[in-house]
């Protein structure tokens, strides 16, 4: 005797109903972070390096237009300042 619809005959699913499952969980927990991820301007979406600095965060978040074009030349000056002294390392992390 077979189980509920899609399952087999002890109950249990099988391992591609179990695996599209999962899918659909996590799909529908970052449904959320993709819709805010997907506000962003492309540009920051493309970025391979993105800064996870909290104070970043926030900055980009909530601060104006102003602000942010501020906040951004000071990183840019720093990235360059660390470039100009052979710190490539460290400088990519500013741009």
Known sequence: ML??????????????????F?????????KSLRRRFEEWPAYLQHT???RVDDAIQEMRLSASLVERIECSQELKDEGNTRF????????????
């Open 48 to 50: 391979l390096f993105p």
């Open 3 to 20: 189980g509920k619809k899609g399952e087999g005959p002890d109950g249990k699913m099988s391992l591609p109903q179990m695996i599209e």
């Open 22 to 30: 999962a899918s659909k969980m996590k799909s529908a927990k970052l």
């Open 84 to 95: 100009r002294a052979g710190d490539f390392a460290d400088a990519f992390r500013f741009y």
